[in-house]
């Protein structure tokens, strides 16, 4: 069992950064790929960023250069840092954890999931 709560979310204008953590408690957190997810009211929930085990890491093509997904398993953390936020980042930002495979883009494939935090970014 791994319970995930993310934090960090709030308003930003546009071209501004914020920084998402997810603290996870339970299992051992560096047996797990981790993963950021978000989803925009009335659209599908959308991958965003996974980091491996060992620190290897995946980006939405879209994504890459503005975001970086990172973690601490000293603290049991992962953390996203988005730069040059635009309108179109707006969403929920959810943190998301894989205890069997790594790297994969699919909602599907994760195991557990947090709450999610508010990301807005005005324009």
């Known amino acids: 069992q791994v319970q995930l709560v993310e934090s960090g979310g709030g308003l930003v204008q546009a071209g501004g950064s914020l920084r998402l953590s997810c603290a996870a408690s339970g299992r051992s957190f560096s047996m797990y790929t981790m993963g950021w997810f978000r989803q925009a009211p009335g659209k599908e929930r959308e991958f965003v960023a996974t980091?491996?085990?060992?620190?290897?890491?995946d980006y939405a093509d879209s994504l890459k250069g503005r975001f970086t997904i990172s973690r601490d398993n000293a603290k049991n953390t992962v953390y996203l840092q988005m730069d040059s936020l635009k309108p179109d980042d707006t969403a929920v930002y959810y943190c998301?954890?894989?205890?069997?495979?790594?790297?994969?883009?699919?909602?599907?494939?994760?195991?557990?999931w947090g709450q999610g935090t508010q990301v807005t970014a005005s324009s």
């Open positions: 980091i491996s085990r060992s620190g290897n890491t």
């Open positions: 998301a954890a894989r205890g069997n495979g790594w790297g994969s883009a699919t909602p599907d494939d994760y195991d557990y």
